[in-house]
C-alpha cells in the first residue's frame, strides 16, 4: 500500500513537471519570462496554457505576456480559460470581422484598469446580444448597447458610488457608478459582442477641475468616442466633453488624454483614483481631440451655468440668459444639469464678450446680471437664494 502511495505521489508531480516543461518548450520567451513573475500561482497559468484549444493559443499567450503581476499571481486557470472561450465564441457569432490585433488588445481583456478582476463575460453577452440583434456594424451595436444596457440594469451617474473603479457587478449591485464605472460597464458589453472597446481619460482637464473617463469604439477603420450612459441620437463623436477635450495639452501628463491598453505599451495611465492597483497602459490619443477642433471666436465667452440647492445637490431646471437692455428680446434657453449627471457637465452658452446678461432659473429669488467677459467663465446658483449668485469665475 505504502509503495503504491508512492508511486501514485511521483507520478502525480512527474504529471506536473512534464506539464510545465511542455508550456516552457510550446509558449514564446516572453511568455515564459510572466512565468517566471506567477509566483504560487504559475501552475494556474501553466494549465491556462496547456488546456487552451490550439485555435486560441495565441490569445491565451497575448494575455499572459501582457498581464499586470498581480493578476499573474491570482488569476485562477479556470478564469482565463472561460474569458477566450467566450470572447472567441463571440467572434464566431459577429457579423463583422475585425483584425486580430484589435481581438487581442480590445476584445479579448477580461479587464480594463484596476476595477476587482470578476468573469463578467457570459452574463454581459447574454444581456448585450439581446440588445445589438441585427446591427450590422460596431459603431452601431455601441450605440444601441448605450442606449439600452444602463436602462436595464438601472446604473446611473452618482457621486455617491462606492468607488470610481467599480467592477460591472458592483455598479449594478449598486445602481450607481461614477463616469469610470459606467465607461467598464459599457466597454465590458461592447466586448461581449466583439465590438472593440476601450476606455479614455483625461487625468485633468485644463478647462476646470476634475477628471473624465469616456469610451472610444471601433468602427469604419477608426475610433470614435461617446460618453457612458450618455447615448446621443445624432451618432458617435457627439458628447458634452467635446469643447473641453479639445483644449487637452498633448505636452502634459497631467492635461493629456489616453486610450487604455492590455498591451503593454511605454505609457502608464495616470488612475487619479487609485495608486496601489495593476499598472495600465495607455497611448496617448490627445491629437485626436485637438488637431481638428473648432476653437472658440474671440468675440464670445463660454458661460456654464450650475444651479443648486442650500445642501450642494445640483438642480435640473430651465434657465435663460438674455440681454440685460430691457428693450431686447434676444434669449437663449437650456436646463441645468442634475444630480444623474457627469459633475463636470454643466449648462453652456456662448454669448458675446463684453455685452452685460440677465440669467434666470426656476427657483431663483432674482435674475443675475453679469457681464460677458474673457473666453470661459462659470457661475453658480442657488436655488432660493435671496442673492442668487454663488460664485462667477472667469477662466
Known amino acids: 500500500m505504502k509503495n503504491l502511495l508512492l508511486t501514485m505521489f ?28 506567477a509566483g504560487d500561482n504559475r501552475s494556474e497559468i501553466v494549465k491556462a496554457l496547456a488546456a487552451v484549444p490550439e485555435s486560441q493559443k495565441a490569445s491565451m499567450e497575448f494575455l499572459v505576456e501582457h498581464m499586470p503581476v498581480q493578476d499573474l499571481t491570482s488569476l ?4 482565463l480559460l472561460e474569458n477566450v472561450r467566450l470572447a472567441h465564441e463571440a467572434r ?21 484598469v484596476d476595477e476587482t478582476r470578476e468573469p463578467w463575460r457570459a452574463e454581459m453577452r447574454k444581456r448585450a446580444k439581446v440588445i445589438v440583434e441585427g446591427c450590422t456594424t460596431p459603431g452601431e451595436a455601441a450605440q444601441m448597447l448605450n442606449k439600452e444596457l444602463f436602462r436595464q440594469v438601472k446604473v446611473k451617474y452618482s457621486t455617491k458610488r462606492r468607488k470610481a473603479n467599480q467592477s460591472p457587478s458592483e455598479s449594478i449591485e449598486q445602481g450607481l457608478a461614477s463616469c469610470t464605472g459606467l465607461s467598464i460597464l459599457l466597454v465590458d458589453a461592447c466586448r461581449s459582442v466583439n465590438v472593440p472597446a476601450r476606455l479614455v481619460g483625461v487625468p485633468s482637464w485644463t478647462t476646470k477641475r476634475g477628471n473624465h473617463t469616456w469610451v ?3 468602427d469604419g477603420g477608426d475610433w470614435h468616442f461617446t460618453g457612458a450612459a450618455e447615448y446621443n441620437a445624432a451618432g458617435l463623436d457627439k458628447a458634452w466633453f467635446v469643447g473641453d477635450a479639445s483644449k487637452a495639452d498633448k505636452n502634459s501628463k497631467l492635461h493629456s488624454i489616453y486610450a487604455i491598453s492590455f498591451r503593454k505599451t511605454g505609457t502608464l495611465f495616470p488612475m487619479v483614483w487609485s495608486r496601489g492597483g495593476p499598472r495600465t497602459y495607455a497611448v496617448n490619443v490627445t491629437s485626436r481631440y485637438t488637431d481638428h477642433a473648432a476653437a472658440t471666436p474671440e468675440n464670445l465667452t463660454e458661460l456654464r451655468i450650475l444651479v443648486r440647492t442650500q445642501d450642494g445637490q445640483r438642480v435640473a431646471t430651465q434657465v435663460r440668459v438674455c440681454l440685460a437692455d430691457e428693450t431686447s428680446q434676444q434669449c437663449a434657453f437650456g436646463t441645468s444639469k442634475g444630480e444623474t449627471d457627469d459633475t463636470n457637465n454643466m449648462l453652456t452658452f456662448k454669448l458675446e464678450s463684453g455685452k452685460k446678461y440677465k440669467v434666470a432659473a426656476d427657483g431663483l429669488a432674482k435674475d443675475h446680471v ?7 467663465q462659470t457661475i453658480t446658483l442657488l436655488v432660493g437664494e435671496k442673492d442668487s449668485v454663488e460664485a462667477a469665475s472667469p477662466h
Request: aromatic share 14%; charged share 20%; with cysteine.
Open 10 to 37: 511521483f507520478g502525480y508531480l512527474l504529471c506536473l513537471i512534464q506539464s510545465d516543461s511542455m508550456a516552457d518548450e510550446v509558449v514564446a520567451p516572453r511568455v515564459n519570462q510572466q512565468l517566471s513573475l
Open 76 to 79: 485562477p486557470a479556470a478564469f
Open 92 to 112: 464566431e457569432e459577429s457579423p463583422w470581422k475585425i483584425s486580430d490585433d484589435l481581438f487581442f488588445n480590445d476584445v479579448l481583456p477580461y479587464a480594463n
Open 216 to 218: 472610444e469604439v471601433w
Open 370 to 376: 453679469f457681464l460677458a467677459s474673457g473666453k470661459v
